[in-house]
């Protein structure tokens, strides 16, 4: 079945250590989408790249970064983590962007900062 | 600018109930409409859309229809079970922010045996 991966289900790291979120899709899509989502509220976009062009939410603050080395995988790296960036991180896809145009979420990262 | 109002929950029912989550919006353009549905632990899974007015998205038993006139994409199911419980987000897209998913705040649904 075509889906969105996230590596690791899981992660937990220490206060200010760096740690990269790993999302990967067979759904072919050009768009891919990182958002944070904190208990008990609506994810929140980070960013997004289509295809390599990356376009980064005005609110994200400059600790969050992406990487998109080619059409399947992206990456979220967080250079130094606080307490407050404790959350599960969700990778998304859509084929375009546009009416109609349907995301489709992995399972998400829950991240736990030390 | 886009909004998504959803009524609060948490939302407790019995198995086999009738389930109503009410959903309106306020949009500048011409709005996608979305239920998305997580279950505990897990990301957002696409329940249902409607692309314009007067469509009615359908999945799992679950139905919405586009209302245009009340702003509105109210959620229903007839008859719920204990394996529905998971958290509703009601969602919309359209051309004024550049087609990105403006959430509501999510309702928590809770079926008991």
């Known amino acids: 079945d075509a889906m969105v991966i996230q590596n690791p289900r899981y992660q937990v790291t220490q206060f200010g250590k760096p740690v990269t979120l790993s999302c990967s899709q067979t759904?072919?899509?050009?768009?891919m989408y990182w958002y944070q989502q904190k208990s008990s509220q609506a994810p929140k976009l980070l960013f997004h790249?289509?295809?390599?062009?990356?376009?980064n939410e005005a609110d994200t603050p400059d600790n969050f970064q992406s990487r998109r080395p080619n059409t399947s995988f992206c990456f979220l790296d967080i250079r130094s983590p606080g307490l407050g960036d404790a959350a599960m991180y969700l990778c998304?896809?859509?084929?375009?962007?546009?009416?109609?145009?349907?995301?489709?979420f992995g399972p998400g990262t829950r991240l736990t900062v030390l | 600018g886009n909004s998504v109002t959803q009524m609060e929950g948490p939302v407790t029912l019995s198995e086999e109930a009738f389930l109503t989550i009410n959903c309106t919006y306020t949009?500048?353009?011409?709005?996608?409409l979305f239920w998305y549905v997580q279950y505990p632990g897990e990301g957002l899974q696409l329940l249902l859309k409607?692309?314009?007015?007067?469509d009615k998205g359908s999945n799992k038993g679950f139905e919405a229809t586009y209302r245009k006139e009340t702003t509105s994409f109210h959620l229903e199911k007839g008859s719920v079970q204990v394996s529905d419980s998971a958290v509703y987000f009601c969602?919309?897209?359209?051309?004024?922010?550049?087609?990105?998913?403006?959430f509501g705040a999510g309702t928590t649904v809770t079926v008991r045996a």
């Open positions: 998304a896809t859509s084929h375009d962007i546009g009416s109609g145009d349907t995301q489709y």
């Open positions: 759904l072919n899509h050009n768009v």
């Open positions: 790249y289509y295809d390599k062009d990356f376009n």
């Open positions: 949009a500048t353009g011409y709005p996608s």
């Open positions: 409607a692309t314009k007015a007067d």
């Open positions: 969602a919309l897209s359209d051309d004024s922010n550049d087609y990105k998913l403006s």
